[in-house]
């Protein structure tokens, strides 16, 4: 099926705005009927059916601030902006581009987070530098079937486009390679009451028992352990290594010992998946990693640039995100991730490896640590898989996702 875009100048109707006008109407059909500079609003009221209802947002409900996660509610759906760009008055939210640092991230964006019955049209004022993509769907769950690529305006001027679309309950528009700025937002829909409230999707994953690969993890300055970082799953529930990263674990006393006169940053671990690769096999942060007090000594400075450097945060308590996963209680770890090479101990940024040392209280799980990467600040989670793999993203702090922790396959190896 083909989705259906008018492109013209600048306008548009549900209003979220902040200057901000858009209107929806939802087709799962997608083709470019027109281009044009500028319209009017008898142009634009002509392409939409009459009987159609929609929804006004103005400058008190704009939800671009901060690049965490921002939400507005009007009457009774919710909206929400991820990773949106300062609050501009002038416009109803600018989307930062998407990230694709480490093939983790999750595009920004703006969508429903309650269901609107019967989403016939999305229309947006809007500038962009690059293409961007409108979904639709009947559930959260969004596909590239329910994709409409929206191209790129021109110049510094908004351009307007008319999606639609045979019928939707929830949409998402995600940003390309450049900021997209909504000026204003308009949702035509059919329905005057929401869905039904969404029943948050179980995912499927597999998972490796680190009991499987070592039982004694008591360690000694020097050891070296290796990880399966590609497997095969077998029919009957086994896997089979197939290849292996290997991680030497040291003391601060190694540090005094060899790195008196020089940095150590030859030993700094700072991609996410070797962060969580050493904390399982070691059950312990890596040694470029410093807790704040330690930093204001002075401690971590004393071995590693700034560049590999990183704080490394204990808490304990099971509120906040602790409430989206089935953790066993006892000390969990915040470990600082940089995401676009601005880290410093002051300005942290989003990404986060959280650790819980107990592990989880799950079918299948062993006494081992459990490890969830969050690009976002605690919004969405990926539990580590243990072979260099993320389960797919659920929600943590907040509902952005179609996904709630699920228990995954846990495999035993292949003997």
């Known amino acids: 099926m083909k989705k259906k875009i008018l492109l013209f100048g600048v306008m548009g109707l549900i209003l979220f705005t902040s ?19 500028s319209h009017t609003s008898d142009e634009s009221t002509s392409t939409i059916n009459d009987g159609l209802f929609t929804k006004v947002f103005n400058d008190s409900t704009n939800c671009g601030k901060g690049s965490s996660p921002q939400f507005v509610a009007y009457e009774k759906y919710n909206v929400g902006v991820y990773r949106a760009q300062t609050y501009l008055s002038s416009v109803f939210t600018t989307l930062l581009p998407s990230p694709n640092i480490s093939g983790y991230e ?14 016939k049209a999305i229309e947006l004022t809007y500038k962009s530098e690059s293409e961007f993509y409108v979904y639709a769907s009947e559930s959260r769950e969004m596909s590239e079937e329910n994709k409409t690529v929206v191209p790129a305006s021109s110049g510094r001027d908004y351009k307007y486009a008319i999606v639609r ?23 035509r829909y059919d329905g005057k009451t929401p869905v039904d409230d969404y029943d948050y999707l179980s995912y499927k994953a597999n998972k490796i028992n680190m009991d499987d690969l070592y039982t004694n993890y008591n360690v000694s300055d020097g050891d070296v352990r290796s990880i399966p970082t590609d497997i095969t799953i077998n029919a009957d529930g086994t896997y089979t290594i197939n290849e ?22 030859d030993l700094a671990l700072l991609d996410p998946i070797d962060v969580m690769n050493y904390y399982m096999l070691f059950h312990t942060y ?15 400075s004393n071995y590693f640039s700034s560049s590999c450097l990183r704080r490394v945060s204990p808490y304990s308590g099971d509120y906040g995100y602790g409430a989206a996963v089935p953790d066993n209680g006892g000390t969990y770890y915040e470990l600082d991730i940089d995401l676009n090479n601005t880290y410093s101990f002051t300005n942290r940024g989003n990404g986060r490896v959280v650790v819980w040392g107990k592990g ?6 062993d006494k081992n640590p459990v490890a969830v990467y969050t690009d976002d600040h605690y919004a969405t989670f990926r539990e580590y898989m243990n072979y260099g793999v993320l389960a797919p993203r659920f929600n943590a702090e907040q509902t952005l996702t179609p996904y709630v922790w699920s228990n995954p396959t846990i495999l035993s190896k292949n003997k």
Do not use: W
Not at 172 to 181: A, F, M, R, V
């Open 19 to 37: 200057g901000c006008t858009t209107d929806y109407t939802s087709t799962l059909n997608q083709s470019v009927i027109s281009s044009e500079t």
């Open 360 to 365: 989880f209280n799950g079918k299948g799980y």
């Open 106 to 119: 999750m595009s920004s964006s703006v969508m429903n987070l309650s269901g609107i019955k019967g989403i």
């Open 244 to 265: 292996t990263k290997e991680y030497t674990y040291h003391t601060r006393d190694y540090l005094k010992a060899n790195y008196s006169d020089k940095y150590a940053d």
């Open 286 to 300: 890596p040694i470029n990693y410093f807790t704040k007090e330690e930093y204001e000594s002075g401690l971590g």
């Open 165 to 187: 679309f045979d019928n939707a309950s929830y949409y998402q528009i995600t940003t390309g390679k450049s900021n997209l700025t909504i000026k204003s937002m308009t949702i």
